[in-house]
């Protein structure tokens, strides 16, 4: 399910830098949040996209050391392990949306 | 109401229409139900406003009250897959928006039943059964302007680190001042009301208020679901992509 790919992503990035599970939850989560995602609807494209645009600022403001770095790692451990953990949903209101200025 | 009114109220009613039109023949080629609920709403919605306005305008006997409140009951049921709509695009997994969906929807059922008794509806603020229908259509109006402005604010962040094609957030935006201008439009049925019960006249302001949200509310619409070449243009330009700071 969705959830589990934010959980997946918060063990590897606690995994990759010093901080502790409180803290990578926390930082993903805000990081997630200034993205306007949702965690329940979390998919591998976009949580790509907050590693590679926001989460190296995050870190970095948190004292970590060669953030952009330490993303690209943890971007490489999603993109192993978390194909399974992908949302199965395929319809977002931003495709409805699309469509409906199509003519 | 007066003359300008009327006109606003039937050049809105005959954009519904195609807007109605151009959103069915949209759903019917991709077989998705979000296109086609906001369809049935907007052509229910069109068959309303022209037909409770065009004889004014055209100068032609009033419709039969058989006839008006055929028209007001199309309508009323029209609100319902715009509610579906509302609840599939920004809901779709919250159980209490089903619980606003049928809390609408029994405003709207009671309002409808009622009118077999009472035609025309008195509008007037000692009528519960006028505030009954008035929640009934002025309920789904707020909902969507809140839901659709709330989800822009997201859309916006994604659009940011392309995550979001810009035109999609800025379709958010622009269904969020439909359903604010539609708010402002069933606020000004209310003051109507008051006026009625309290002057016994409707006021010219109300008239030019309600003209006025008509004509922004469609002209929203048009941006929405016809936007011109400039319009996106001028989106795609305005877009701020945030750089990867690894490119750097």
């Known amino acids: 399910v969705a959830t589990s790919l934010f959980d ?7 995994r990759n830098t010093s901080l502790d599970r409180l803290a990578a ?3 993903l989560r805000i990081a997630m949040k200034n993205a306007g995602l949702d965690i329940q609807t979390l998919t591998t494209v976009q949580l790509r996209a907050v590693f590679e645009k926001l989460m190296p ?3 970095e ?12 790692a943890v971007m490489a451990a999603i993109a192993r392990g978390a194909a399974s953990a992908e949302s199965a949903r395929s319809t977002s209101s931003d495709e409805i949306l699309k469509r409906l200025g199509e003519s | 109401l007066e003359e300008n009114a009327y006109l606003t109220a039937v050049v809105a009613g005959c954009f519904y229409m195609v807007a109605g ?28 406003y022209l037909g409770i306005n065009a004889p004014s305008i055209f100068r032609f006997d009033a419709l039969p009250p058989q006839i008006e409140t055929a028209i007001i009951w199309l ?5 319902f ?26 405003f709207l059922a009671l309002g409808g039943a009622h009118l077999i008794v009472e035609s025309p509806l008195v509008e007037t603020l000692d009528n519960p059964w006028f505030i009954i229908m008035w929640l009934g259509y002025a309920l789904p109006a707020m909902w969507m302007g809140w839901e659709a402005m ?20 800025n379709r958010y935006l622009l269904l969020g001042w439909f359903g604010c201008f539609q708010t402002l439009a069933v606020l000004v049925g209310l003051y109507w009301a008051y006026d009625k019960d309290v002057h016994q006249v409707t006021s010219s302001f109300a008239d030019a208020l309600l003209g006025g949200t008509e004509i922004a509310g469609v002209s929203t619409l048009w941006l929405a679901f016809f936007p011109p070449t400039w319009y996106r243009n001028w989106i795609a330009n305005r877009a701020v992509i945030t750089p990867t700071p690894m490119d750097g």
């Not at chain 2, 086609?36 to 709403?41: D, G, K, T, V």
């Not at chain 2, 709330?150 to 957030?169: E, Q, T």
């Open chain 1, 8 to 14: 997946y992503a918060a063990d590897q990035l606690e």
């Open chain 1, 25 to 27: 939850r926390g930082t």
């Open chain 1, 57 to 59: 600022k995050e870190l």
């Open chain 1, 61 to 72: 403001s948190r004292g970590i050391s060669n953030a952009p770095v330490t993303c690209e």
């Open chain 2, 21 to 48: 039109v151009r959103l069915l023949r949209l759903g019917l080629r991709t077989r998705e139900r979000p296109e086609l609920m906001l369809s049935a709403y907007f052509a229910a919605t069109g068959i309303f």
């Open chain 2, 75 to 79: 309508y009323l049921i029209g609100v």
């Open chain 2, 81 to 106: 897959p715009y509610l579906f709509f509302i609840r599939r695009v920004f809901r779709p997994r919250a159980a209490w928006a089903s619980g606003m969906v049928a809390v609408c929807g029994i």
């Open chain 2, 150 to 169: 709330l989800a822009h604010r997201s859309a916006n962040k994604r659009a940011r680190i392309g995550l979001c094609d810009p035109a999609v957030s």
